[in-house]
């Protein structure tokens, strides 16, 4: 998914980040409408019972504070869904979750 934030514009992507040593859910965004990209960091990896995940969505809410909704799901394939609260800073050189418990 991806969205234009405002008042930047910059473009702003969920995405299923297989990258990565430990796979999972990354956020990445782009100042240049999409042609160069920066990863900013994952908001779940596929690690101890989360085996799978992706499909998500983001919203803009007050300001720089976003919320991103996805499903996951374990190793019998029983999904869920999670939502997560994160800020990007001002210069949009990384993001910090507002969630305690990604931190």
């Given at each position: ?12 992507v969920l995405?299923r980040?297989?990258s ?7 956020i990445?965004y782009s100042?240049d409408g999409?042609h160069?990209?920066q990863?900013l960091?994952?908001l779940a990896?596929?690690a101890g019972?989360?085996y799978?995940?992706?499909y ?6 007050e300001?720089?504070?976003?919320l991103?909704v ?6 019998d ?9 994160f800020?990007l800073?001002?210069d949009?050189?990384g993001w910090?979750?507002?969630n305690?418990?990604m931190?």
């Amino acid at each position: 998914m991806i969205i234009e934030t405002e008042p930047a514009r910059h473009l702003l992507v969920l995405y299923r980040d297989l990258s990565q040593k430990t796979p999972g859910i990354g956020i990445g965004y782009s100042s240049d409408g999409g042609h160069n990209w920066q990863r900013l960091g994952s908001l779940a990896v596929y690690a101890g019972s989360i085996y799978d995940g992706g499909y998500g969505d983001l919203i803009q809410l007050e300001g720089n504070r976003f919320l991103a909704v996805y499903y996951l799901c374990d190793q019998d394939a029983s999904p869920w869904i999670q939502g997560t609260l994160f800020i990007l800073d001002q210069d949009l050189i990384g993001w910090q979750s507002a969630n305690p418990s990604m931190r």
